[in-house]
């Protein structure tokens, strides 16, 4: 039995561009600086004592130069081991970088490489690690690619979450892995009907009828995790499951954990002056099967 903390948040790089001339100023030192500070003020101990993972999604290139500056090193300097995934030069207007850190129960963690059908959907980043009294797991970052907002692009949506999934759960049973988890934003668009309830349930499927993002809707992807022994961990805020965001009511990330593990708490942290998404922190009593 341990304790995790789960630092999941993406750093809203959907709408950034590195070669816009004022590119640098879109991240200058200000908003690196709240950026790392909300990270570090939210590890489960100054000491690195109490194991923890961070997950960032959306991530600018810019802030994975590789200089003192940058990600690596910042989080280097709480005594995380870094990995990340930076997308080809060529691809850069359209993704950004994903990053997983790691305290130091973690064992040295080991890349899986993602299958080429699903590298044109997902930003994403799958590592195999053990954990100090847990065991053997599976993390993984991601992010489904954003379109036009059309049909098919929720259904490619649709397609590299759920093909991702797939694939961490198989990597996870072939190398007989005692856990599985993730985290990222899930690019689901708004909730209809009751969050709680079970996509098998017709009444729950019926307010999506007509809707473009009936292929990844939040309740259809919580139960397709059921299925696979996972629970999707998505925080209340006082008005319920939702945000309130300027384009309407949406529950942006989310964090994915073993169903035998017990969520002691979960929240989101809003830090404006970083990101347009909340931080979500997580923390879990952690177990496996003897």
Known sequence: MAQLRVLNWNLDAYHFDEFRLNAINEFNRPKRDAIYEMIRSHLPSEDGTLPCIVILTEVPILLLDGGPDSLQARLGQCGLQVHFHRPAFAARRQRNGVVVALSSHFSPARVVNVPESLSNLIDTLI????????????????RPLVGDCSAQDYAKRADGLFGLINEVVRVSRSHGADFVLGAGDFN??????????????????????????????????????????????TPRTNDGIRLATSIGEHSFDHTIAPMSWSLTSSRYIECSNASDHALQVSDFSTAVES
């Open 127 to 142: 590592l195999e690690t053990a954990l100090d009294g847990v065991g053997h797991g599976v993390l993984f970052a991601l």
């Open 188 to 233: 689901h668009a708004k909730i209809y009907g009751d969050a709680d309830a079970s996509w098998e349930v017709s009444e729950v499927r019926k307010p999506y009828r007509g809707k473009y993002q009936q292929p990844i809707a939040y309740q259809k992807i919580k139960t397709e995790l059921v299925r696979r022994e996972l629970a999707l961990v």
